[in-house]
């Protein structure tokens, strides 16, 4: 059974950072992408960003493209959100997601969808206050 666990959430200042892991397990996530979304109070869910498990390859959302970083460690099965310069719009609870991808996919465009992920975590709670 495939299990995604979040942490690393927490209350941070306004420009402070935050790291936040996933830890995933119950299967092998080599054709995998692994994705963070997140959601505000009366908002729908978004995109934040997403990384490939086998190249690596990583995508943004323009709303935090110079300020995240996501990566992946093949070894840990984990996949991370390095958060800086947070803003209080950043607030919101992250969930991390993991969908199978296939080759005829163009990456830039279904990994951005939350409808195509097929695992979801729990969700860790980000608060950036001002």
């Known amino acids: 059974q495939v299990q995604l666990v979040e942490s690393g959430g927490g209350l941070v200042q306004a420009g402070g950072s935050l790291r936040l892991s996933c830890a995933a397990s119950g299967r092998t996530f080599n054709n995998y992408a692994m994705g963070w979304f997140r959601q505000a109070p009366g908002k729908e869910r978004e995109f934040v960003a997403a990384?490939?498990?086998?190249?690596?390859?990583?995508y943004y959302a323009d709303s935090v493209k110079g300020r995240f970083t996501v990566s992946r460690d093949n070894t840990k099965n984990t996949v991370y959100l390095q958060m800086y310069s947070l803003k209080p719009e950043d607030t919101a609870v992250y969930y991390c997601a993991a969908r199978l991808l296939f080759s005829w996919e163009r990456e830039s465009i279904v990994l951005v969808a939350p409808k195509g992920y097929d695992y979801w975590g729990q969700g860790t709670q980000v608060t950036v206050s001002s």
């Open positions: 990384v490939t498990w086998s190249r690596g390859s990583t």
